[in-house]
């Protein structure tokens, strides 16, 4: 049974009530940590994103041929 694919219709169907999940719930993990974090836990993600963002600015900026 398995390599049968649906019929268009039925991925179409399925793809819509996909979505509809996706936003059922809304977005509430970054928040929801966000208030259960100590300032100190606070801190510490922010320094890992900014520390990540800052490394994929440098690695944007290096020259091609190196």
Wanted: proline share 5%.
């Amino acid at each position: 049974m398995a390599n049968k694919k649906l019929p268009s219709e039925v991925l179409d169907y399925f793809r819509k009530q996909g979505a509809k999940g996706g936003k059922i719930g809304g977005k509430i993990g970054g928040k929801r940590s966000l208030e259960t974090m100590t300032p100190e836990e606070r801190s510490a993600r922010a320094k890992k994103a900014s520390d990540a963002a800052a490394a994929a600015r440098k690695a944007k900026k290096k020259p091609a041929g190196k």
